[in-house]
């Protein structure tokens, strides 16, 4: 089955930290630029961060650059998300998507909760 | 940064009507780089449509997209009782990579 699945969140405290992984299966992964997008309450869905196939061009969104890392095992079939220095303003629902040929985002994860509180 | 302002922010329907979807940007954009995705809670993001009237694979005829410039519609022809959901509209392809537009709750009247 061609799926994305994403692990790793939990309750964190503010400047903690968190590692996501994205599992992704049925297809060629090494292939896709892969993503990383959040739903929070504050600002709704927001794209966090990319990565193509090679891990050579990696961008961010303002708002992670210098406190997230994005990166990928295409021997794993794994995306991965570090986050640290991590704010409340960060909470949120973390997805992978997968990235297709017109850029559009055609696959994508059910999510994986973070939440940054004391 | 392209801002996209979706309306309305609710539509109350009936199975079988006809829904009409807007999303206006802040500035104009290449078209080729307006998606539209269905959203359900607890459920992965659906794609479906990318360059503004293509649709993504496996998406029934009913959906169709349209517009350039800053306006951009989604219309479903005839609502099925499983298109009741959240519609988002997004940009993608500039910088930031993809900003998205705040929603269109379907729901049964």
């Known amino acids: 089955e061609v799926q994305l699945v994403e692990s790793g969140g939990n309750l964190v405290n503010p400047g903690g930290s968190l590692r996501l992984s994205c599992a992704a299966s049925?297809?060629?992964?090494?292939?896709?630029?892969m993503n990383w997008f959040r739903q929070t309450p504050g600002k709704g869905l927001e794209w966090v961060s990319h990565?193509?196939?090679?891990?050579?061009?990696?961008v961010y969104a303002d708002s992670v650059k210098g406190r997230f890392t994005i990166s990928r095992d295409n021997s794993k079939n794994s995306l991965n998300l570090q986050m640290n220095s991590l704010r409340v303003e960060d909470t949120g629902l973390y997805l992978c998507?997968?990235?297709?040929?017109?850029?559009?985002?055609?696959?994508w994860g059910q999510g994986t909760m973070v939440t940054v509180s004391s | 940064e392209v801002v996209l302002t979706q309306s309305p922010g609710t539509l109350s329907l009936s199975p079988g009507e006809r829904a009409t979807l807007s999303c206006r940007a802040s500035q104009s954009f290449g078209s080729n780089y307006l998606a539209w995705y269905q959203c359900k809670q607890g459920q992965a993001p659906r794609l479906l449509i990318y360059g503004a009237s293509s649709r993504a694979t496996g998406i029934p005829d009913r959906f169709s997209g349209s517009g350039s410039g800053t306006h951009f519609t989604l219309t479903i022809s005839r609502l099925e009782p499983e298109d009741f959901a959240v519609y988002y509209c997004q940009q993608y392809g500039g910088s930031p990579l993809a900003t998205f537009g705040g929603g269109t709750k379907v729901e049964i009247k």
């Open positions: 049925g297809f060629t992964f090494s292939s896709y630029s």
């Open positions: 990565i193509v196939p090679s891990s050579d061009n990696i």
């Open positions: 998507a997968r990235q297709e040929g017109h850029g559009a985002f055609d696959l």
